[in-house]
């Protein structure tokens, strides 16, 4: 029965254009690119190839590029767990460059409004998240670290800083990533809403991004358009 009701409270929100983000008893998510700690989480959300809303053409099939997609709160702040489906992965680039290569981007609205309108501005953000080379030779030349990069605002800066963690799959990789809400500016507190996207980015050639999925699959892909962006509500661990 418990298994069902999870069910069901993951379909009728998902079909309601509102993202759920359930409240995270204790303890905390780890940020390490393990997802076991997600397990308790009622809600996430599979990305598919009828998700991809740039480079479709270049879309081969699933293993090419898909995902789930995890998504919880504390007081503290948001954390987001992306378990990705890549059978050739590709980050070779670091900081403003990183959307160069596999990554996740993670699009914001503090001021959210389903009337919204135009580009993005003051209060919004999109931020790029990348998982790193994922080596673990112990060479700092050779290894690149998981990342994060704020690409708006530009040049933002925030005494709070984004925890970042991943992890080589069979499959691909996993990222996860804990955003505090102070780095937002906001409080954070149940029943608080902010518009959301969440995109896995691909590409198999270097220096170039290929194709991008979103949770937004019904409206046309424009970058920082917070027209896009679907309601994320904080709610209660039901």
């Excluded at 596999?102 to 919004?124: C, L, M, N, R």
């Excluded at 984004?162 to 992890?167: D, E, F, N, R, T």
Aim: overall charge negative.
């Amino acid at each position: 029965m418990r298994v069902l009701i999870i069910f069901l409270f993951f379909v009728s929100f998902l079909f309601s254009g509102e993202i759920i983000c359930p409240l995270k008893p204790d303890p905390p998510i780890s940020i390490d690119g393990e997802l076991t700690d997600w397990v308790m989480v009622p809600v996430r959300y599979e990305i598919k190839g009828e998700d991809v809303v740039y480079g479709k053409n270049k879309w081969r099939d699933e293993k090419d590029l898909s995902g789930t997609i995890l998504i919880c709160w504390r007081a503290e702040g948001l954390y987001i767990g992306v378990e990705v489906t890549d059978d050739k992965i590709v980050q070779n680039m670091t900081g403003k460059d990183l959307w160069k290569g596999d990554h996740i981007e993670v699009y914001i609205d503090t001021k959210y409004s389903p009337d919204a309108k135009g580009i993005f501005g003051e209060g919004q953000f999109q931020i790029g998240i990348s998982p790193g080379n994922l080596l673990n030779t112990g060479d700092p030349i050779t290894d690149i670290p998981a990342e994060y990069y704020v690409f708006h605002p530009e040049n933002f800066v925030s005494k709070e800083k984004i925890l970042v963690g991943s992890k080589k799959t069979e499959e691909g990789y996993n990222i996860e990533a804990f955003i505090p809400f102070k780095f937002l500016g906001i409080q954070g507190k149940e029943g608080e809403e902010i518009g959301i996207d969440i995109c896995i980015s691909d590409t198999d050639t270097p220096d170039i991004q290929e194709k991008m999925s979103s949770l937004i699959k019904d409206k046309e892909w424009r970058c920082r358009d917070r027209s896009r962006l679907l309601p994320l509500r904080l709610s209660p661990n039901k």
